[in-house]
Structure formats: C-alpha cells, structure tokens
C-alpha cells in the first residue's frame, strides 16, 4: 500500500499504472471530465493528458482491454458546474470497449460519492478524488499555480486530498465491490477479469506499507431491495472508542452530531485521548459557508465546551499569498495511536453515513512495529505538508513531546502554517439556518411526514388545484427549503456567486433583449434559491441606478409570480402552524393580511424569497393583492439596493467626501428603515 497526497502524486501515479491495464479498468466517482489532465508536464510516453483522449488511447493500443466509467448521475441544478455531454464525449465517440454510464442507484437527495479505480484485479486506488476539474494540485499549493487552470482559463482554489494505492486481495475486493455497483445502477453484469500476473505497481514506488490486512466499510442508503449499510459509521465510532493517546483527522466537513458527541465524550474523559483536527477555513461556495459551515461551528462549539483539559485543537492550514482564498481541504483522513487507520471517500456529516454511497478502508498495526510505522507516516507526511516542514522533524517532535498537540504547536509558524480555526458565525447567522435534519439530512425526504407539519387537508375548500394534492405542495417547500440550506454543497455553491452573476448580466447591457433575459435570470435563480439581493446588487452593479432599479423590480416580480403561479397549481390547502418556522409565519400572515401582509413580508422578509412565494400561491391571497403587495413591498429595498450598488461603484472610480457621505447614508438609512420595519412587524404580530 502507498499513500498518494494531493492530485499531482495521484494522477500521475494512476496514468502510469493504467498504461500497464489488460484486462479492465473500472473508474467510480461523484464527478468526471472528460478534459480533465492528468498530468501537466509534457509527456514522453506520446500518450494524451486529457481522461477521455487517454483512456481513448488504452483501448485502442490494448486489446481486450476493457473501460467502464461510472458518473453520479448528478442533479440538474449542478449542470452549470458539469461537463455537458459527458456520455457522447466519453461513451459514445470513444472506443467501442470504452462504456460510460450514470448512476442514478439512490434515494431522492441522495447521490453516488464512491472514488475508486480499479485496474485488472490487481491495482486499485481509493480516497476523495474524482477525475474532475479543479482536483489536480501539488503539495506546495502555490496562490497562482497555472497549471491548476480548467479550459476556460480560470486557476481553481488550491485543493488538498488523500488517495491510497493498493495491490493485492484487497484490490480484488474493491473489483468485486465496483462490478456490484455497476450492476445496481446499470443492470449489467461485468464479469471479473481474467487472473494475471503482468507488473502493474508503479517502477520506483516504494511501499508504505508491506503485508497488511485491510478492512472496508461502506455507506448504502436503502433504496428499493439494496437494505441500508452504514458500516462507515460503525468504523468510525469503533475508532473513536478505541483511542488511547491521540486522533487525528482531516475532513471537508464536519457536522455529522453522531460524530462530535463520540469525541465529545472522550474529550471529557480524564485520561481521554488527545484531538487534533484539519479542516478548510471555510467551505467552498456562498451556500456553503452560510450553512454547512454554520452547523460546523455548532459541532465544533459542543467539542470545545467538552475539552476541559485542553486536549482539542482545531486548524486550518494557512498559506501566505492566497488573499480571500483557502486550501480546499478535501482529503478524508483519521489515524488513530499509530494502531489504525481509516481513509476514503467518507465526510464526517450525515450524508456520508447514511445517504450517500460511501467506501472507506481500514488498516490496524495489530502490535507490528512496522505496521506502525506505516500508519503515523501517513499523519506526520500531511502535518508535514500542512507546517512546511520536513517528515522526519515532526516525527521527532511528537515522539520528544510525547504529545500530538504539543508537537503541532512547537512547529507552527508565521508563515505557511496550521493555525487555529476561528469561530466566525454571529448568533443572528445562527438563528437563520435550520437544523441539521434540513441542511445536512439523515435520509431522502418523506413528503407525507413533511405534509403532515406543513400542510395540512383543507376540508372546506372546493379549489380544482387542490386535485394535485398537499404533498406535492410540500415536496416543492422542501425542496425550496433544502436548496435554501444547501444540503449538498457542491460546484452549484461555487456558481451562487455575485461575481459570476455580475458577469452575466454584464454581457445584456445595452441589448434589447436584456428584460426578457433579467426576467429569465431571476426567475431561474429564485427557483434554485438564489438570494434575490444578490441578484439585485448584481443588476444594480451591472446596469446603473436607473435601468439597475427597474430589471431589478422586474426581474423580483416576474420570479415571485411564476413562483405564486407553481404553488397555487399544487394546491390551495392552508399550511398548519410549525412552530418556530418561517414558513408557518409566513403563512399565517398572508392568510389573514392580504395586501398588507404581502407589503409587510417584502419589506420584512420572515422567510426565504422563493419559499414566500410558493406559500403564497398555495394559500387564499388573491393574485392581485400578491402582485400590487410585491410590487409596492419591493420598491424601497430594491431602490436601496440599486442605488448602495451604484454609490459604490461611483465610489471607487471616484473616492471624494460626497461619495464617501452618501454610501454611509444611506447604510444608516438601510439600517434604520429595517429596524423600524421589523420593530413594527413585531408589534403587529403580537
């Protein structure tokens, strides 16, 4: 076995490895592209960088030599993020031996995250990296690396990951393991590949570790006959129980409760072990960092309040140069007293334990020296990468101290470093993200349960919409709610951002077409729970104060009517009191207010956007009162917004007193306007 850090190790290793296939290469993962290099550095070899042109070029050379890739057949509202046309591009204009296909195997919610390749049985490679854009990355993670540049030119955030290489039975194992998936999502049988003992471990890899059992455990949401296994969490509370002196972990994420209060209670223990955990300074995208990483500090909040001994600590790596930017943190990583050691495709929320399919692997020392020596290398390499240092010294520092977080603390730095995680969420951020079952869910959605908090029978109403039923009314609320919180927080994270709205919108100025286009734009991105004032200060920035103010009441109406329009096709069935919830109060005010409440909630929004509007149509507000109470309700948010956006841009073009006075303003004005409104707003509720 050979721990590959980070994608340039990986990939590289991989191609060379694959160069060697006779039989069968089987390719698993959450995302593929077709584009993506493998290497970039000229190749000697004349094959292609590119995954499709390469894998293209195996089979053609190779005969008999077998391709099946296996893509998450991934949501719709990620496809602005996705290669489209993956199927044409790497199934049907490659070689006839070359099959891709998607898997769409899983409940509602719930999406295919396994990364494994698999080469003739005899070579396989698991961890957290997909073949996919913005993965390859070196272990110095240069602010401006060029050659982390996609197709469009754009250098992705510096990325940092885990991958195992492993040769053996075990190999076999995971060849078993990815047939059975491609039979679940396919229907196919794959037959395994022929026995052979041609070469297939890279020339000049040295092992890290020799003759090793290795253990795996998966994750499979039940979903039709496939009965649920969480074997990952089992792998991971077992480890938990187990530690002695140390843990140490690395993670995308870390919101999973059943996880924090494991260590939680270590950590209260007297002699428990020590914990050290890495993760990114934030999470990739606006949707993210306003969620996940909400729920993030929660876990992390619990953890500190447990550590009464001053045995936790909680990093990120820090790398001078990056400016707003982070290392992407995306490896799944945690060794346990140099006796084991888990690593895969697995995060630490409850996706990954429970609704996602998930495979991780496990190594135990089982009392060999050289076991556990095999195991810390791979913690005291990451720390190593992590404080810019070398493996050897933080060996000798942790064996010196005798203490995990002791040694990580000698070596840190005012340069690239490990610096401690800072709490950065406000209470009032806090208080408007739900709770982890919405943002971070356990399992697919049942609508019926849903319906039966939030919508309840309408026995008196005699409406023809009411035949589409409540629970596709509450399928739509949940969905609105899910988006909202950004349960699944991926490349559609990265795409909410007002910079690549600004960019769109830039390119309508001056076209005729650009109200139709504006009406298009937000009406697409209130339906993936885009936050409207993004997308107004986006016009506002894009257009000026005058065509900024008017797209923007446009493109707000137009998206709150086709909204209204959706929820009263689903049903006008009163939404039954949730206490606590937006949605409820919402839905109460609308129903005894009319055109005020509609005033009143534009004004002083008590819930997201979109999710007003859908209430709405489902609701007994007339049409009239909803679109004149949007339209007035709308006007001075917008006007504010529209005009901050232009005072800025005035600002900064030219940065004199008036300009400077104005902005602040109309801050102040902002401000004041939406105290009053809510303190007027409390007053009229009670």
Known sequence: MSYLIDGEEYFTTFREAAKSAR????????????????????????????????????????????????NWDFSLLLANSREWGSAAKMGWTTHERITFCYDAFHPSGGSHHQKL??????????????????????RDHEPDDPRRAGPGGDISKPHHDVQAMLSGEIAAVLGDMARQRWLSATGETLEAPRPSKHALWPAGREPDLRDVDVSVARTLPGHEDQEQVREIQ????????????????????????????????????????????????????WLS????????????????????????????????????????????????DDELLILGSANLNNRSLSLDSECNIAIEAEGKIENRAGIAVLRDRLLAEHLDTEVDIVSRA??????????????????????????????????????????DPEQALDSEDFTEKLVGNDDDSDDKSSRHGPVALASLLAIALLLAAAWRWTPLSEWVDIKAILNNMSTLRGHWIAPLAIAVIYTLG????????????????????????????LGSVSAALVAYAIGHFFGRHSVQQFPGDAVSRASQFLGHRGLLAMITLRIVPVAPFTVVNLVAGASHISLRDFALGTLIG????????????????????????????LIIGLVVLISLGSWGAKRWYSKREQ
């Open 23 to 70: 039989h069968s290469i089987i390719l698993l993962g959450w995302d593929f592209d077709s584009r993506f290099e493998l290497v970039r550095e000229d190749s000697d070899d004349g094959l292609p960088a590119a995954l499709r042109d390469f894998l293209d070029s195996l089979a053609e050379r190779q005969e008999g030599l077998h391709i099946q890739v296996l």
């Open 117 to 138: 390749a698999v080469i003739d049985d005899r070579l396989a490679f698991i961890g957290g990296l997909d073949f996919a854009l913005g993965r390859w990355d070196t």
């Open 234 to 285: 089992h792998q991971l509370l077992d480890a938990i129980r187990r530690a002695k002196r140390w843990i140490y972990i690395e993670n995308q994420y870390f919101t999973a409760p059943v996880i924090s209060e494991a260590l939680a209670a270590r950590l209260e223990e007297d002699d428990g072990p020590e914990l050290v955990v890495v993760l990114p300074y934030e999470t990739i995208g």
């Open 289 to 336: 960092q306003n969620t996940m990483d909400v729920l993030r500090e929660r876990r992390i909040g619990d953890l500190r309040e447990a550590d009464r001994h001053g045995r936790l600590r909680v990093y990120y790596p820090h790398l001078p140069g990056l400016g707003e930017l982070c290392i992407n943190v995306h490896s799944k990583v945690m060794v346990v």
């Open 398 to 439: 942790i064996d010196d101290k005798q203490s995990l977080v002791e040694a990580v603390e000698s070596l840190t730095t005012d340069g690239r470093s490990l610096r401690g995680l800072p709490m950065r969420v406000s209470e009032e951020k806090d208080a408007l993200v739900p709770s982890t079952e919405l943002v």
């Open 526 to 553: 209130s339906l993936v729970m885009v936050p409207v004032t993004l997308m107004i200060v986006a016009t506002g920035l894009a257009f000026g104060g005058l065509f900024g103010f008017g797209y923007a009441l």
């Open 634 to 661: 709308m006007v001075p948010g917008t006007l504010a917004l529209v005009v901050l956006s232009d005072s800025i841009v005035a600002a900064i073009k030219s940065p004199d007193p008036l300009h400077i006075a």
